[in-house]
């Protein structure tokens, strides 16, 4: 059988496919299988409810919690600062009312008809003569 006829192309196939048979699994081989899938997959999958990525995540989770807590409390102090405006509006408008009440009550009470029957029991009387001025000119 020395003179046989091998295809040198077709042994050196066989001879690697025996080979990557007895040959471990290497350090890359391992790495590939421990890979975690993205999140995007792990939510999907629901893998993110776990201990370990709960663990491993927990500053972004309570970093997440406060936005939404300062979200909402935002809100309502935005709420409350629209009440207030609210009703000191309407304070502002009943004080303006009671303003023009009292000012024309006041110009009710001294037109001058009523001062003038008031104070006539008094001995008071109006003028029938009208004001003069006195000027005096100063010397310069």
Not at 26 to 33: D, I, L, S, Y
């Amino acid at each position: 059988m020395d003179n046989e006829y091998l295809d040198k192309d077709n042994l050196d196939a066989q001879e690697a496919l025996e080979a990557a048979r007895n040959k471990k699994p290497t350090e890359r081989a391992r790495q590939k299988v421990e890979k975690k899938p993205s999140a995007f997959v792990q939510i999907l999958n629901g893998d993110f409810l776990t201990k370990e990525f709960m663990l491993s995540n927990l500053p972004f989770i309570f970093f997440v919690m406060f936005l939404l807590l300062l979200t909402v409390s935002k809100g309502y102090y935005g709420k409350k600062l629209s009440d207030d405006v609210t009703k000191t509006q309407l304070e502002l408008n009943e004080l303006t009312s009671d303003h023009f009440e009292a000012k024309t009550r006041l110009e009710e009470e001294t037109q001058r008809v009523k001062l003038v029957d008031e104070l006539a029991p008094r001995g008071l009387k109006e003028t029938v003569n009208p004001t003069k001025v006195i000027r005096i000119k100063k010397k310069e």
